[in-house]
C-alpha cells in the first residue's frame, strides 16, 4: 500500500469501509505485538548508555537531528521541534567541522555528480566479454544511474553521512516505489533500536516515530487503521494534524512458538525478512502494515565497531573532549574580554540612591571625590587574551584534524611552493587512516544499497534481458570514486618505487630488465589510477602489436646480418694485394 502513498492516495480514501469482523481481525496480531513490543523494550534497554553519549553529541554538534534522543520515546503533540536549542554552542568550529567530513565522504565516496560505481563480470574483464555483453554493462549501469539520480537516494544519504560522522550510525531504508522506483528513508537518533546478527550485521530495525492523522492514512489506507484513526479521519478539521506513535519492526522472518505447536509472525511467501507497522500504544484487531521482504530493507553503515556491538563509534566521539572544551574556554575568554570592557563596580554607600552610568559620556555626580569615594572597579582584570586565544586555535586545529578536514580540504589549504608529490604523499598517508572507514562504507551501506536497487529494478522489469554471454557469470561491483580511487592509487607509489629501482640497476646491469614486464606493469597501473578504458587496448590488439613489433625486430636483424655481409663483402673485393697486409700473406701461402 505504502509504494504509492502520496496525494493520489490520500485523494482515494473515502471513510472506513464496514468490513466483517472476521475479515478485519487478525487473531494472532495481539501475541505478536506482545513479542515485538516485549522486543523494542529490551532493544531500548541495551541502546540506553548509547542515548547517554549521544545526548552529548546532540548538545555540542547537530542537536536539531537528536531531538528525540532525550526521551524514552517520541512524545506526540508537542509542537515544540521549532524551538532554538543550540544555546550551548558558542563556538560551531564541532558543527562545522563534522560538515565538512560529512560533505567531504558524500563528495568523495558517492558523489551524484560523477561515477562513483559500476557493475561488471566478476571472473573476467569487461573488455573480454562479446559486443551483446558489453552493451548490457553498460546499459545497466546507465539504468541504475538514472534511478538513483532521480530518487531520494542522495538527499538521504547526505543525511546519512552527517549521521555517520556524528553519532556512528546511519541506517537507512529502502522501500519500491511507483513513482521513483525507490524511496529512500533515514531515520533520526532516538528513533531507532538496532540489533545485530551472529556474522556482526545489523539485521534488526526498530524504530518508534510520530505520524499525523493524514499521513498514517495516506501511508497505510484508511481502511487498516484502528478504529480511533478511523474517528479522526471521519472528522477532518485539526483532527488531521494529531500525531500518533507509530512502532516500525523490520527482522528475519522467523516463527514464534506459542504454545500447543502452534506458531505466528512468518509473513507467508518464503520470505527471509518481514516488517510491521502499527500503532503504539493501541489494543488494535490487527497490524496497520506486515508484509515480507526476498531483500533486506535496510542498510546501516556504521563508522567502525567494538566487537558485537549494534551501534557504531563515530570519529566526532573521539573529537568531542575537544570540543567541551573550546565551549567552556570560548566562554571564559569573553567573560575576559567583558570583565576589561565592564568590570565590576564598587561605588560610596551614599552613592546607592543617586543616579549613576558607565555608558560613554554620560556624567556620574558624586558628594566628593577620595580615595574611598566614587565609582571604581573592585579588582583590576588583565587576562591574557592572547595566550587563550592561540590555545582555542589549538583546540580548533585539533577538531579539524580529527574530522579529516585537511584531507578534504587538502587543495584549498596548499601553499603555493608544495609539489604535486607532496600533496599526492600527504593524501596517502591521510587515506591509510581513513581506509577502514572506506571499507566499512562499501561493505555495509553501497554494497547492499546497489543490489537493494538492481533487485528492486529487477522485478520491476527495469533491465535489459540478460545476453547469452552472462547467464551464470556473478556480477561484481567495482567503486571508482574519488576516495575509492585515492586508496588504490595508493599502491602505486610501490609499483613506481620498484620501477625506478629495476632502471637504475639496469644502468650497471642490464639483465635486470628482464625482471620487469612492461605490458602487465602498465595494465595493472591504469587498473589501480582507473584511467578511462578507452585509453588502453585490448589484450588481442596488444598480443598483435607484439607480435607485429617481434617479426619487426626480426626482420630488422636480418637486414642488418645481410648488410654486414655484404659489407664485408664488397670490402674484401676492394681490398689491394701485395700491400703487406693480412690478406696477402693468406694469398701467398
Avoid at 537493494?452 to 567495482?478: C, N, T, V, W, Y
Avoid at 620498484?498 to 620487469?516: C, D, H, N
Wanted: hydrophobic share 40%; with cysteine; glycine share 6%.
Amino acid at each position: 500500500m505504502y509504494e504509492s502513498a502520496g496525494p493520489a492516495q490520500l485523494a482515494a480514501q473515502g471513510d472506513a469501509k464496514i468490513i466483517p469482523f472476521s475479515q478485519r481481525t487478525d487473531p494472532m496480531w495481539p501475541q505478536m505485538r506482545q513479542h515485538l513490543e516485549a522486543r523494542m523494550n529490551m532493544l531500548r534497554a541495551w541502546r540506553f548508555s548509547w542515548a547517554q553519549h549521544w545526548q552529548l553529541l546532540e548538545t555540542y554538534i547537530l542537536p536539531r537531528r537528536g531531538i528525540f534522543i532525550n526521551t524514552a520515546m517520541p512524545t506526540p503533540n508537542t509542537m515544540i521541534r521549532g524551538m532554538p536549542i543550540n544555546q550551548n554552542i558558542v563556538d560551531p568550529t564541532g558543527t562545522q567541522a563534522m560538515r565538512i567530513c560529512a560533505a567531504g565522504l558524500m563528495s568523495g565516496l558517492m558523489s551524484p555528480g560523477r561515477p562513483w560505481k559500476k557493475l561488471k563480470p566478476a571472473l573476467m574483464e569487461t573488455s573480454d566479454l562479446d559486443a551483446d555483453g558489453q552493451s548490457w554493462i553498460e546499459e545497466v549501469n546507465t539504468r541504475m544511474d538514472t534511478v538513483m539520480a532521480r530518487s531520494n537516494l542522495y538527499d538521504t544519504a547526505a543525511q546519512m553521512f552527517e549521521d555517520l560522522t556524528t553519532f556512528g550510525s546511519g541506517p537507512v531504508i529502502i522501500y519500491e516505489d511507483v513513482v521513483d522506483v525507490v524511496r529512500c528513508y533515514a531515520p533520526c537518533p532516538g528513533e531507532y533500536l538496532l540489533a545485530s546478527s551472529s556474522a556482526n550485521r545489523v539485521e534488526t530495525l526498530n524504530r518508534q516515530f510520530v505520524m499525523t492523522v493524514a499521513q498514517i492514512v495516506e501511508m497505510f489506507g484508511i481502511d487498516n487503521c484502528p478504529a480511533d484513526i478511523r474517528g479522526l479521519w471521519s472528522t477532518k478539521g485539526s483532527s488531521l494534524e494529531v500525531e500518533r506513535v507509530i512502532a516500525h519492526s523490520i527482522e528475519p522472518n522467523f516463527p514464534i512458538d506459542t504454545g500447543g505447536g502452534r506458531q505466528m509472525g512468518q509473513v507467508a511467501g518464503g520470505f527471509p525478512w518481514r516488517e510491521y507497522y502499527w500503532v503504539f500504544g493501541t489494543a488494535a484487531d490487527r497490524p496497520l502494515s506486515a508484509r515480507g521482504f526476498n531483500d533486506q530493507p535496510h542498510v546501516c553503515p556504521r563508522w567502525a565497531v567494538t566487537s558485537n556491538d549494534a551501534y557504531g563509534r563515530s570519529v566526532m566521539m573521539d573529537v568531542l573532549p575537544d570540543i567541551m572544551q573550546l565551549q567552556v574556554e570560548t566562554m571564559r575568554k569573553a567573560e575576559a574580554i567583558e570583565k576589561q570592557v565592564r568590570p565590576p563596580l564598587i561605588g560610596d554607600a551614599s552613592l546607592k540612591n543617586e543616579p549613576s552610568s558607565i555608558l560613554p559620556g554620560h556624567l556620574t555626580y558624586v558628594p566628593s571625590i577620595g580615595p574611598d569615594k566614587g565609582i571604581r572597579p573592585i579588582y583590576t582584570v588583565q587576562p591574557e587574551i592572547r595566550e587563550m586565544m592561540e590555545d582555542l586555535k589549538e583546540i580548533q586545529a585539533r577538531i579539524r584534524t580529527g574530522c579529516f578536514n585537511d584531507l578534504f580540504l587538502m587543495m584549498a589549504q596548499a601553499t603555493k611552493d608544495m609539489t604535486a608529490y607532496e600533496v599526492a604523499q600527504r593524501q596517502q598517508e591521510k587515506m591509510q587512516v581513513l581506509g577502514p572507514v572506506i571499507e566499512r562504507f562499501h561493505n555495509e551501506f553501497a554494497s547492499p544499497t546497489i543490489r537493494r536497487i538492481f533487485r528492486i529494478m529487477e522485478r520491476k522489469k527495469l533491465l535489459p534481458p540478460l545476453p547469452r554471454s552472462l547467464q551464470g557469470q556473478p556480477i561484481a561491483i567495482e567503486y571508482t570514486s574519488m576516495l575509492a580511487i585515492a586508496q588504490r592509487a595508493a599502491a602505486t607509489g610501490g609499483m613506481e618505487a620498484f620501477a625506478k629501482m629495476v632502471g637504475y640497476l639496469a644502468g650497471a646491469y642490464p639483465e635486470a630488465k628482464a625482471v620487469l614486464n612492461p605490458v602487465a606493469f602498465l595494465v595493472e597501473y591504469h587498473k589501480l589510477v582507473n584511467a578511462p578504458s578507452k585509453v588502453v587496448r585490448s589484450p588481442d590488439e596488444i598480443a598483435q602489436i607484439i607480435a607485429q613489433q617481434q617479426q619487426q625486430v626480426q626482420e630488422q636483424a636480418a637486414i642488418q646480418q645481410g648488410q654486414v655481409a655484404v659489407n664485408a663483402a664488397q670490402q674484401l673485393s676492394q681490398t689491394q694485394l701485395g700491400t703487406g697486409n693480412a690478406l696477402d700473406a693468406l694469398t701467398s701461402q
